[in-house]
C-alpha cells in the first residue's frame, strides 16, 4: 500500500536536517523503468515557490525520472537563490543517479519567504538516494508530512498491474488544488496522453473538489510516474478509472487529516442546472465560516447554508430560492426555503462524518464537495505556526 | 450624536420580548416632515428575509415614512407567513402613526429559519409608538443590537443642518453589506435622486467594503431617511460628503465590534491597475483565515498575504508576483516578491489595529478593505449561536 509497491519503483524517506523537530523530511521517488513517463498538475495560484517554476518545465516532455519532495521550508518567495536551490537540487540527484537534470521533478512544502537550507537539503541527497529502496515508500510518504498527523498512502491493484500514491496536506486545503504533495505510481503500460489526460480528469474532481480553510497553495503538486514493469497496457478508461480512485482516497484522506478539525463535511448539491452550478454552490458553503463553526458546535444551523447558497450568482447557478431543499444526515431540516423536520432530531455529535445535501431544483446535474469544521484547534495551529 | 439629533425625527426603543435575554428588541424610527424622503440598499443575497421583499417595494416611491427594525428574529425563510408578518408590522406601524403602510420600512435581523413571533412584535409597536421621543434615538439605536456590545451611533453636523446614524451587526460583516442594519437621518432638503446617489457611492466605498468573516447576510438594508427640517438645501457633492462620513464611521464601528475579534485589519491595496483590481486584492486577502488567525496569533506571516494576492486572476487584477511589496504597520516586509525588512521588529499585539499595505506596482488605483483577525471567540460565539 505504498508508492513502491508497483514494479519500478524505489524510494526513500531521510532526515536532512531542514525540519527543527529532526523528523524526516526529505523523500526520494525513482522510476528505474523501462518507461519513464510522467504527467503532473500544479497550483493555479499566481505565486508559486521556485520548485514549481522548475518542475512544470520539467514535465513538459512528460519523461520523469525522480521526483524530490522536501518538508521544512516551502522555497516560495525566495527569489533568484530559491530557484537555484531548487535547480541544484534536481542537479545533484541527477548527477547522482545518473539521469538528466530536465527530469527530475522538485516539490518542496513549509513555510514561504524563508530560504531553503540548500547545504542541507544537498547533503541530505546523498544519504536519500544511498537509502534508495523498493520498499521505501512508507519511509517517503512519512519524510513529506508537515503538520499531518499520518502518512498517506494508497494502493490500488488491477489485473496485473497497479497504482500507488502517498500525500501530504494538513492545511491550505482548498479548490484548485490543496496545499497538498501527491506521487502516483503505476507499472502500467501507459501513454504520455493517457497519463495526462487521467491525472487531469482525476484531480479535477476529488482534489480540486476539497476545501479545508478557502486558502490556495503556493506549491501543489500532483505527479503521476509510469515505470511500464508490469508489461500490462491497461484500457484509459480503466486506467483512468485507478487514478481516479487512488486520488479519491487520497483526497478524502487529506480531509480527514485537516488541521484541528473534528467533522469532516460533505456537501452534496444535487437538482443543479450543469456540474459547475453544482461546484459553485458546494464551495459557496463549504467557505462559510459560520456554517464551519456551527457543524463544530453540532449545531445544524441551515440557515447559514441557504445564506450561503444565496450568495451564488443567477448566471452562475439558476435556482429559485423559495424551492430549496437541505438535508443534514438525511433529514429533511429544510423543505421550499423553509423550516422542516426537527432539527433536534439531529445528533451531530455522534460521527466525525456529516452529510449535506442541497437540492437546487434546476437540474439533474451534481457535484460533492469535502470541508471541515472551523474549530479552536484550527485558530490554535494556524496563529503559532511561524512564530 | 445619534439619529433623533437632526429635526423632524422621533425614535423609540421597547422591549417586545422578541429576545430571550429580556432586553430591548424593537425600535421606531418617525419621520415627522416636512418632507419624507427615503433611499435604501438592500443585500445582493437571492436568499433574502420577508422584511427586505416588503421593504424594496416600499421605498420603490422615495417615501418613507417611519422604519421598524427588530432584532431577536430575521424572518428569514420563514415563507409565506413570514411575508404577512411583515405585512402586518407596517400595516399596524402605518396605522399608529396615520400613514400609509406602503411607506414603512421593516427590517427584522436574529435567526433564519425561526417564525417571527409576529404577536409580541405587534403588540410591542403600541408601546413603541407611545415611547416615541426626540430623544429617543440612542434607545433605538440599542434595541437593535443582538451580538453588538455597544450600541453604534454617529452624528454629521454641516451648516444649519446635519445627520445622524445608527447600525447594528456583529457579525456575517461581508462585501455586498454586512448583517447589518442601518438608519440614517438628516433634516438637510434633498431630492430622491440626491438621497440615493449619496447613499449608493457612500455604502460601495464603506459598508461593502468591510469583511469580518466572508459571509454575506440575508437582510442588509441601509435605510436614509430625509425630512427636511432644517430648511437648508446643501450642494449634492457636500451632502455626498456628509454620508460618506457618517458610513465611513459606522463601517469602522462595525468591525471594531466584530464577534469575537481582538485585531482590526485595514488592508490597503496600492498601485492596483485600477480600482476593482485593488478591491478584488484586497477582499482575497482578508477572506483567508490562514492570514487572519496569524494576525490573532500577533504573527506577521506576509507569505499567508501574497498566497492570498496571488489567487487574484489576472485579468482581474494584472500584476508581477515578483514586483510585490508589502507593508506591515509600516514595515517593508516583503520586498519585490521576496523577504526584506525583519518582521521581528513588528509588535503586533502592542494595538488593536493593524495596517497592511499590498502595492501591485501594476498602476495608481488603490482601496481599503477592513476586516478582523480569527479568533477563538469568533469560534466559539458562532459555534453555539443558535444551540
Known amino acids: 500500500m505504498s508508492i513502491t509497491a508497483p514494479a519500478g519503483f524505489r524510494a526513500a524517506g531521510v532526515t536532512a536536517g531542514l525540519k527543527s523537530s529532526g523528523r524526516p523530511d526529505l523523500a526520494l521517488v525513482v522510476n528505474d523503468g523501462p518507461?519513464?513517463?510522467?504527467?503532473?498538475?500544479?497550483?493555479?495560484n499566481r505565486v508559486v515557490g521556485a520548485p514549481v517554476i522548475w518542475s512544470r518545465q520539467a514535465v513538459t516532455d512528460n519523461i520523469v525520472h525522480a521526483v524530490v519532495l522536501n518538508s521544512g521550508g516551502a522555497n516560495v518567495a525566495t527569489g533568484p537563490d530559491g530557484f537555484a536551490h531548487a535547480h541544484a537540487t534536481a542537479e545533484k540527484t541527477a548527477a547522482l543517479l545518473g539521469a538528466s537534470a530536465a527530469d527530475v521533478v522538485v516539490c518542496s512544502t513549509g513555510l514561504i519567504g524563508v530560504p531553503l537550507a540548500a547545504d542541507k537539503l544537498l547533503a541530505g541527497l546523498d544519504r536519500a538516494v544511498d537509502g534508495l529502496s523498493v520498499d521505501g515508500g512508507p519511509a517517503a510518504a512519512t519524510a513529506i508530512m508537515t503538520t499531518d498527523t499520518v502518512p498517506k498512502q494508497v494502493l490500488v491493484e488491477a489485473g496485473g498491474w497497479s497504482l500507488g500514491g502517498m500525500a501530504k496536506g494538513a492545511g491550505m486545503l482548498a479548490p484548485s488544488l490543496a496545499t497538498m504533495l501527491v506521487v502516483l505510481t503505476t507499472d502500467a503500460v501507459v501513454d504520455a496522453a493517457t497519463a495526462d489526460a487521467a491525472l487531469r480528469a482525476a484531480t479535477a474532481t476529488t482534489f480540486d473538489r476539497i476545501d479545508s480553510d478557502g486558502c490556495m497553495s503556493t506549491s501543489d503538486t500532483v505527479v503521476l510516474l509510469s515505470s511500464g514493469a508490469s508489461g500490462h497496457t491497461p484500457e484509459p478508461a480503466e486506467f483512468a478509472e485507478a487514478v481516479q480512485s487512488a486520488c479519491a482516497q487520497l483526497a478524502r484522506a487529506l480531509i480527514a487529516d485537516a488541521e484541528g478539525a473534528s467533522h469532516d463535511i460533505a456537501v452534496q448539491?444535487?437538482?443543479?442546472?450543469?456540474?459547475?452550478?453544482?461546484?459553485?454552490?458546494?464551495?459557496?458553503?463549504?467557505?462559510?465560516?459560520?456554517?464551519?463553526?456551527?457543524?463544530?458546535?453540532?449545531d445544524p444551523n441551515w440557515g447559514r447554508i441557504i445564506a450561503?447558497?444565496?450568495?451564488?450568482?443567477?448566471?452562475?447557478a439558476p435556482f429559485d430560492p423559495a424551492e430549496l431543499d437541505v438535508r443534514i444526515n438525511g433529514l429533511l431540516i429544510c423543505r421550499a426555503g423553509g423550516a422542516h423536520e426537527d432539527p433536534a432530531q439531529l445528533d451531530l455529535a455522534a460521527s466525525r462524518e456529516v452529510h449535506v445535501v442541497i437540492d437546487l431544483h434546476a437540474g439533474d446535474a451534481t457535484a460533492t464537495i469535502w470541508t471541515n469544521d472551523l474549530t479552536h484547534d484550527y485558530v490554535h495551529e494556524n496563529s503559532a505556526y511561524s512564530t
Open 269 to 298: 448539491v444535487v437538482g443543479a442546472s450543469d456540474e459547475a452550478a453544482a461546484v459553485a454552490v458546494g464551495r459557496a458553503v463549504t467557505r462559510s465560516n459560520l456554517f464551519k463553526a456551527a457543524m463544530f458546535g453540532n
Open 308 to 316: 450561503q447558497v444565496g450568495t451564488v450568482p443567477e448566471e452562475v
Open 35 to 44: 518507461d519513464q513517463v510522467g504527467a503532473a498538475v500544479f497550483t493555479s
